[in-house]
């Protein structure tokens, strides 16, 4: 073990904006977007990957950040909860969360609108089944995720992806 | 989703409130932060040239610790310093202990000293300029351990031979205590038939909050003050905690709190790790970042009571009514007493549960073993004996032929009753149980559940129905701890709020409260509104808690189902003197009596003469930049309030008084199918009532309903802290730790009733907590679903499928665990 | 996790006591063995490879005789280290004659795991117990055949 890891200097694009970074080969996605890049929207519930807090769009593709070294996303494009409503202007997927009551704490909210969003993008009129399944690997605590699927039922009822 | 009736014929309470925003389903003010990954939570704080700290943990249960060689993860670039158990024991003094004798010598410290006493007990702390260096810093570390046998099962923690944890205790009895009230003896001579269960056991479990705990600690040298940016729930028990350890006065610890990733009690006990990031900061002159691992959380953090409940005796007669019953409780305290032995008193503000039985015997014994610490977890302590008390009368009808509806409402406490006295002195305010419970029934479909049963059948699976009735007793009197330990002088409660109209006529609250999710910046505003006649939009209710406020007091924090009467009482309280003070200062202005005047729309008027109106901008600038030319002092327009709820210090002899001032109720309907075959089994249909008194932000109410159900099911099916015989927890992360996810969560109807509380400034009662209706109701549905198979009898709290399985295998094996003795 | 059983081995006690009750002997019977050095006629280190995780897992083992009955029972501690594991394991053997030249051994392993791979539970851990120690019981039989033939 050395006192000083490899590092890589990566290129990527998030929420619009181009990153060059030099970043320690070992660095999790999540923690280069934590901690270097101070977008704290993106959250950490555990260590083995199970809880969804940290939930990003990678390609446009929702994915675990924290499955992820940053030297991996050189070149990529990435959209964070930061990049959903850039003009502070709330998406109709986030109105529908306030609307039925869909978060308390908000701890696991960004990831949840990450995985949400992805699904409505890919299927527009999702049943609640296809919901739940979009949803499953996103664990929450507080609410027992019935506002949640319903939120997102509505936001698809108003047309909105995001 | 909701059917709401309208509130019963009791008290109305005196409140001046008319409902205008309070009884709304107002939006909420955090949302709009929370959404867009604005939240401020502890981990997201930084701070130039900060150190992580990553703690060394005992890979042994229970072992004396020879020696700690810390040279080598010095020696590693970027590394910052370490800390030892031997620099703890002299820096700080041990944790104050609130048991009495024998858990009064129990040493606890920052790290572990000279032992650890469970897997992942922190021996050693270090702290590098990454997160990743502080990782592989720790593993330089060499510790040398001598293991020693571990006590795991709490049930020989008493054996002549088991290993024990503390010596200066003699031994692992943390506390003892013997409760009875009424005439035992009288009621099994008159019952007609004496039920015998010989053990019942709740799981240990608990919420798993998703933000795990966390710190950012900054020292000030020249002022001897620590600043700890953290999620603590608790801050007035932490300082208390942490000041006397660290010989320093409380004044020296302010605690920031902003948003927090849910708490459910189990962010309550941190204070040891935050001693050690104080004395790091101290140390190493800069601030401290300290954030927790899942595996670290279930390892080391706030399990919930493990409970026995042994030789339970139940006095029944020939019609059904429950005369009164006599148990042992045996409570699982884990390696050290960090809340403990509270719970042994806790579970006493419900001692009947729900039910008029008078008779009441518990023997409660609390012993220490080599496990994860307990502390406070959703529904703490009241949970596990409410349980006890439906299984009771669950099993009391499986014997002896009642139904389970039946038997409910002839014990329940009855609306009529209401306030109503327990054997040992705690009031229930109010309630309609029986109402509840039918309300449930028909949001559940009660009327074709036989249907569903044969359709079940023709499919191949047993379908269970069960009840789960409960109560969320709300707003503690601390007076309770002096029963745990006679020389303790804490007792009553209280919360604060400052309320301010400040220069331009903006509404500012402070509050002393920590919340994780439960809406208080909205709630409080709503209140506000609805006193000083404006718009919740117009109240900034400034988030989370910060002791430089000045707007706390010694047992604020967010815990134990209170912050709709003590939050509230004070928001109130506060906001009514605001606006005596603005009348006033109106009045001065206008010439007119203060009496004349009205606060409406953002105005201070005279009434019935809308022209002569002073908007809030003016009396605030008033008071702040314009007050020559008063003859008199003009009020200053900035209201702190304490509440306190009335209470008296229990009588210790008898073990009596008033615990807690209000008890809402949740009532479950659960239906459950079983697959005889191999076990597994599935929520098909789930109903949950609540009554919680008034209703500030239904929308928000019926959240925390759903959030107890959750929780309650994860604990009844999927969720369980194990541990080897080593003393290893096997289930130390999401990966082996089952949450209930999406696909997990069975489709569910909620109801509410209104009974509003007599006892409290709007009526409303604390419910955060729930209660664990859903254990409750699972158990009783899987009972009812393997009655055709052999009456198994469900003993547990915690049911996975294997279980299950177990039961329909040999359901003689759990029969045997009753016995019912007739005249 | 205690694990035990019994073996027949097709060799003379005598044959098989000389076998396990030589460290250098009961260094080479060890599964994955990468080295090993004899401190002393009651001790002796050896570094493994378990198959466990990705690579495997490296281990130190320090082996220390505790007790033993001339041809009857032998008995030894094993404390191992590696990445995520501190192992503790006490090994007895007794032999017995079993009629034809051959012996019955009863061994029996009290095995501690400590440490995060001691969390994955018996569920995990136990085969990986058992596949080690059938290795054992194969390269001991395989030994004791050799040193027969060649006695």
């Not at chain 2, 005369?323 to 305290?333: E, M, N, P, S």
């Amino acid at each position: 073990m050395t006192a000083v890891a490899a590092s890589r200097l990566i290129t990527v694009e998030i929420n619009g904006v181009t990153y060059e970074h030099e970043v320690p080969a070992r660095r999790l996605l999540v923690h280069f977007l934590r901690d270097d890049l101070a977008l704290t929207g993106t959250h950490i519930g555990c260590d083995t990957g199970n809880c969804g807090a940290c939930t990003i769009h990678l390609n446009g593709e929702p994915v675990k950040s924290c499955m992820l070294l940053a030297v991996q996303v050189d070149g990529a494009s990435i959209t964070t909860v930061e990049g959903l409503a850039p003009d502070g202007e709330l998406t109709p997927l986030q109105q529908a969360f306030s609307e039925a009551h869909a978060l308390q704490c908000g701890y696991c909210t960004p990831g949840m609108l990450m995985s949400a969003s992805a699904l409505l993008e890919r299927n527009p009129h999702p049943s609640e089944e296809e919901v739940r399944i979009a949803l499953q690997g996103n664990i929450c605590r507080c609410t027992g995720y019935w506002n949640i699927i319903e939120a997102v039922q509505r936001a698809a009822l108003s047309g909105g992806s995001a | 989703m909701t059917t709401v009736e309208t509130p019963t014929t009791e008290a109305a309470p005196e409140t001046t409130l008319e409902r205008g925003y309070v009884g709304l389903d107002y939006p909420r003010k955090e949302d709009r932060r929370l959404l867009q990954g604005q939240g401020v939570f502890v981990d997201d704080i930084k701070r130039w040239g900060m150190g992580y700290v990553h703690f060394v943990r005992s890979p042994y249960a229970h072992a004396k610790i020879l020696s700690i060689d810390v040279s080598k993860a010095l020696a590693v670039k970027g590394v910052y310093g370490t800390l030892t158990g031997d620099e703890v024991a002299l820096q700080t003094d041990p944790f104050f202990q609130i048991a009495s004798e024998p858990g009064a010598h129990v040493r606890d410290y920052a790290l572990a000293v000279g032992k650890a006493r469970y897997v992942g007990d922190p021996v050693a702390a270090v702290v590098a300029e990454t997160r990743e260096l502080a990782r592989d810093a720790a593993e330089l570390v060499e510790v040398e351990y001598e293991p020693l046998p571990a006590i795991v099962d709490a049930r020989r923690a008493l054996d002549e031979d088991a290993p024990i944890l503390h010596e200066e205790c003699g031994g692992n009895l943390a506390w003892q205590g013997t409760y009875e009230w009424g005439d035992l003896d009288a009621a099994f001579a008159e019952a007609d038939h004496i039920v015998r269960i010989s053990e019942l056991h709740f799981d240990r479990f608990n919420s798993t909050p998703l933000e795990l705990d966390g710190a950012l600690v900054e020292y000030n040298r020249g002022t001897g003050q620590w600043t700890l940016h953290c999620n603590n729930q608790f801050p007035g028990f932490a300082i208390i905690m942490m000041g006397p350890a660290l010989r320093v006065g409380l004044d020296k610890l302010r605690f920031v709190t902003q948003d927090i990733g849910g708490g459910f009690g189990n962010k309550i006990t941190s204070h040891p790790q935050l001693v050690a990031c104080c004395l790091l900061a101290r140390k190493l002159n800069r601030p401290i970042q300290w954030t927790e691992w899942r595996t670290e959380f279930h390892q080391s953090m706030s399990h919930g009571n493990e409970r026995w409940f042994q030789d339970i005796e139940v006095a029944v007669k020939a019609d059904g009514t429950l005369l009164g019953f006599r148990c042992k409780a045996l409570d699982d305290a884990g390696a050290y007493l960090r809340y403990e032995p509270l719970g042994g008193v806790i579970w006493s503000q419900v001692t009947p549960g729900m039910y008029r039985w008078r008779n009441i015997r518990v023997d409660f014994t609390q012993v220490m073993t080599n496990k994860a610490p307990v502390s406070p977890n959703r529904g703490y302590s009241r949970m596990q004996h409410l349980w006890l008390t439906e299984r009771i009368i669950d099993i009391v009808a499986h014997e002896l032929g009642f139904d389970p509806i039946e038997i409910r409402k002839r014990n329940y406490i009855q609306p009529e009753d209401m306030p109503y006295e327990t054997p040992n002195g705690c009031v229930y305010d109010s309630g309609d149980y029986p109402r509840a419970l039918d309300l449930a029934l028909e949001l559940i479909g009660y009327d074709q559940l036989e249907e569903r049963r044969r359709d079940a059948e023709s499919r191949g699976r047993l379908l269970g129905f069960g009840i789960g009735s409960t109560l969320d007793s709300g707003t503690n009197n601390f007076g309770q701890s002096q029963l745990i330990n006679p020389d303790l002088q804490f007792s009553g409660n209280n919360e604060v709020a400052t309320v301010k109209l400040d220069i331009l006529g903006e509404i500012v609250v402070t509050l002393g409260t920590t919340p994780q999710g439960q809406g208080h910046e909205t709630t409080a505003a709503q209140v506000v509104a609805d006193i000083l006649g404006c718009s919740p939009d117009d109240v900034t209710v400034r988030a989370g808690h910060d002791t430089y406020w000045n707007s706390h007091a010694g047992f604020s924090g967010t815990y134990a189902s209170q912050f709709a009467v003590t939050g509230l009482g004070a928001v109130k309280g506060a906001t009514e003197e605001l606006a005596r003070q603005m009348r006033v200062l109106a009045s001065m202005v206008f010439g007119c009596s203060p009496d004349d005047i009205e606060l409406v729309d953002k105005h201070a008027r005279i009434k019935g003469n809308p022209e002569a109106a002073l908007p809030f901008q003016a009396l605030g600038a008033i008071v702040n930049a314009g007050n020559a030319g008063f003859p008199e002092d003009p009020p200053p327009l900035n209201a702190r309030y304490v509440f306190r709820p009335k209470f008296e210090v229990p009588d210790k002899e008898r073990k009596f008084g008033n615990l807690t001032l209000t008890y809402a109720m949740q009532i479950h309907a659960c239906v459950v199918e079983v697959d005889p075959e191999t076990g597994y089994y599935e929520v098909v249909d789930y109903a949950a009532v609540d009554d919680c008194g008034s209703r500030v932000n239904p929308k928000i109410v019926e959240g925390q309903v759903m959030g107890a159900t959750a929780h309650a099911l994860g604990a009844a099916i999927w969720e369980s802290f194990v541990y080897d015989d080593e003393g290893n927890l096997l289930t130390p992360n999401f990966y082996d730790y089952h949450v209930p996810h999406a696909l997990d969560m069975p489709p569910l109807r909620t109801g509410a009733l209104e009974s509003p509380s007599p006892f409290t400034p709007l009526g409303t009662k604390g419910m955060g907590e729930g209660g664990g209706a859903g254990i409750h109701a699972v158990c009783a549905a899987l009972q009812d679903a393997l009655r055709s198979r052999g009456g198994a009898i469900v003993s547990d709290s915690h049911n996975p499928y294997h279980r299950v399985w177990a039961m329909l295998r040999d359901p003689d094996a759990t029969r045997a665990n009753v016995e019912v003795v007739s005249k | 996790m205690i694990v035990k059983g019994t073996k027949e081995l097709p060799a003379s006690r005598e044959v098989v006591w000389g076998v396990i009750n030589e460290p250098s002997e009961m260094a080479k019977l060890m599964p994955g063995v990468e080295s090993f050095e004899v401190t002393d006629d009651r001790h002796w280190t050896a570094k493994v490879k378990v198959p466990l995780g990705l690579g495997g897992l490296k281990m130190t083992i320090d082996f220390e005789r505790l007790e033993e009955r001339e041809l009857e029972f032998a008995s030894m501690r094993a404390k191992g280290k590696g990445v995520g594991a501190l192992m503790d394991m006490t090994t007895s053997f007794t032999l017995s004659e079993a009629g034809d030249g051959k012996t019955s051994m009863d061994w029996e392993a009290d095995v501690k795991i400590a440490g995060p791979v001691g969390s994955m539970g018996q569920r995990v851990l136990q085969p990986i117990v058992n596949q080690q120690v059938s290795q054992v019981l194969e390269a001991l039989e395989k030994r004791v055949t050799e040193a027969s033939a060649s006695s």
